[in-house]
């Protein structure tokens, strides 16, 4: 079992649960051991693609790691959290909401490569800690600006919210669906559509980014940069690297297969995750080489990452330069 499973993960599931339920199911099939690893973190209060790698496949998973991801995410508009989605406490409130026509506005100062400074619920390291334990612990998180870039974000239905009640203070205790599913009608005014001058309660977005993008960040800046306040109420990924729903499997699925020991049917092959990069044929003596650690030469390729093969044997990731090829992640297959 050398490949990849891609789960639809559910609300409330951490990504290492994840890991932990492939797993099981390994187990549970009587598989061979294999190392299982998850090709980036999604939020508990996320849903959707998450790549578990199997075998030498766990070499890969830092690649996904450095992928473009795509997100459909709602802002609720007139309330901000500690935490910047319906978990958290409420820490500011507003009365502006915005209409359709002023969002529009403001989406091309979001789009291209962009500053953002992470939350201080984030996993990212303050001298050493966590900074989602220091803010726990009530301590002041102050976390730099980080560059990233935001290669698409656009409206991601034609529904949206009409703004009715006025905020109540409670993140999420409005009627809505805290991060599990887009606006209902009783939430957001209805399915309706909206005239120019509409006010928002809520708005989903679609959004492809790059690494280290933070959604909850990019809720809250565009909150403000319409003169309110915002937090996301609803966050599913739809794309990592190249995975996507499509491939995707519930946890109901996982058990399923792995009870009538199907999970070859589900594993996706080591080179999906590599979909994205050319393919380099090899002859059994280069492939010896490349196996050995070894640099070929003279070798009349396009610069950049390859994906080795012996036939349909996997052999390396390898970066080609100036007709030379190194390997980058060799594969025991």
């Not at 409130?93 to 915005?98: G, L």
């Not at 500053?115 to 726990?136: F, H, I, M, T």
């Amino acid at each position: 079992m050398h490949g990849w499973i891609i789960l639809d993960k559910p609300l409330g599931l951490g990504s290492t649960q994840g890991v932990s339920a492939v797993k099981r199911a390994l187990r549970e099939g009587g598989y061979a051991k294999v190392k299982v690893g998850h090709g980036g973190t999604l939020d508990p209060l996320a849903t959707g693609v998450l790549p578990i790698a199997l075998g030498e496949a766990t070499k890969l998973a830092g690649r996904m790691l450095d992928s473009d991801k795509v997100y459909d995410f709602t802002i609720r508009f007139g309330v901000e959290t500690d935490t910047l989605d319906a978990e958290g406490k409420v820490i500011a409130t507003s009365e502006v909401r915005p209409t359709l026509a002023q969002l529009e506005g403001v989406v091309p100062r979001f789009t291209g490569p962009i500053e953002q400074v992470p939350p201080a619920y984030s996993a990212l390291k303050v001298d050493g800690e966590r900074a989602y334990d220091l803010a726990r612990a009530g301590e002041a998180v102050v976390l730099k600006s980080r560059a990233v870039t935001i290669y698409g974000l656009t409206l991601s239905s034609p529904v949206r919210g009409r703004c009715q009640a006025q905020p109540d203070g409670g993140g999420g205790s409005d009627g809505s669906s805290a991060a599990g599913s887009p606006p209902s009608p009783s939430a957001s005014g209805g399915h309706l559509p909206l005239a120019g001058e509409d006010r928002l309660s809520d708005i989903t977005l679609r959004a492809h980014v790059s690494k280290g993008t933070y959604i909850r960040s990019l809720a809250r800046d565009i909150a403000q940069a319409l003169g309110t306040v915002g937090h996301v109420t609803y966050l599913r990924r739809i794309k990592a690297g190249p995975f996507t729903l499509d491939q995707a499997i519930s946890l109901d699925s996982l058990a399923d297969a792995a009870k009538e020991r199907r999970l070859e049917d589900i594993c996706l092959p080591l080179r999906a995750g590599l979909d994205d990069i050319p393919a380099l044929p090899l002859t059994p003596d280069q492939a010896g080489l490349l196996r050995q650690g070894r640099v070929l030469v003279g070798i009349a390729v396009h610069d950049g990452l390859h994906f080795a093969l012996l036939g349909d044997t996997p052999i390396a990731l390898v970066e080609a330069e100036a007709g030379s090829i190194r390997v980058v992640r060799g594969f025991n297959l």
